[in-house]
């Protein structure tokens, strides 16, 4: 079955520029998280979309960071103005089914992004 | 200090050694641990989940947590050249918190053949 994708897989940009990655979750799954992965760096969580909740945005870093998700499945995070310590890859999972309480996450494959 | 610390490696093991991974945390309120598996270029993907304490065993996979000294374990036995990949713990505190996991920054392992 499809898992998560996402869309570009990499994308090069200069300083200053702004840049929207793009995240389709597994069909059905209601939570949406964005993380964001540097180089010998774990993930690091951005921001998290529970169904029709207001989303939880407490991982963003700045305010050139922002991000939507239109109907409840495809969800799209913005960076304005970018930097170079914006370059990571940014990944994007999804989830459904809970485990004792605990929402197992699927993984999409990642954009690597690179600001010059 | 980070809430989570992994030791990044690399790790380099022949086929068929035993590999033990591991991962301490200073957040007393952390119920469930995670083992994800990366592969280059790839998502994170879930390899083990345990709740609280003790043991859990999958093929040649074992979790181990102790939350009394802050420490969670996986061990691989008779590992493979498969097994290349990076090893991320992760944990959070509980149903309130779920959404949000905390990673450690990941292990690299290489099983050479």
């Known amino acids: 079955g499809a898992g998560v994708s996402q869309s570009p897989s990499n994308k090069v940009t200069e300083k200053g520029k702004d840049v929207e990655l793009r995240c389709d979750p597994i069909?059905?799954?209601?939570?949406l998280y964005w993380y964001r992965q540097s180089l010998g760096q774990g993930l690091e969580f951005l921001i998290y979309?529970?169904?029709?909740?207001?989303?939880?945005k407490s991982g963003l870093p700045s305010d050139r960071f922002s991000a939507e998700r239109t109907g409840g499945s495809v969800s799209t995070l913005t960076i304005q103005r970018t930097q170079q310590e914006d370059s990571a890859v940014y990944l994007c999972?999804?989830?459904?089914?809970?485990?004792?309480?605990?929402?197992?996450?699927?993984f999409g494959p990642g954009t690597r992004l690179l600001v010059l | 200090q980070k809430e989570v610390e992994q030791d990044p490696g690399p790790l380099s093991v022949p086929e068929g050694a035993i590999v033990s991974l591991n991962c301490t945390y200073s957040?007393?309120?952390?119920?469930?641990f995670m083992w994800y598996r990366q592969y280059s270029r790839k998502g994170p993907e879930l390899l083990m989940y345990?709740?609280?304490?003790g043991n859990k065993e999958d093929g040649r996979f074992t979790a181990q947590v102790d939350k009394s000294s802050k420490y969670i374990s996986l061990f691989i036995r008779d590992s493979q050249p498969s097994d290349s990949a990076t090893y991320l713990c992760?944990?959070?505190?509980?149903?309130?918190?779920?959404?949000?996991?905390?990673f450690g920054s990941g292990t690299q392992l290489t099983v050479l053949p």
């Open positions: 992760a944990m959070s505190a509980g149903p309130g918190s779920a959404r949000q996991l905390t």
């Open positions: 999972a999804s989830s459904l089914a809970r485990i004792s309480g605990q929402e197992t996450q699927y």
């Open positions: 345990t709740y609280s304490s």
């Open positions: 069909s059905g799954h209601t939570a």
């Open positions: 957040n007393s309120a952390f119920q469930y």
């Open positions: 979309f529970q169904g029709n909740s207001a989303p939880d």
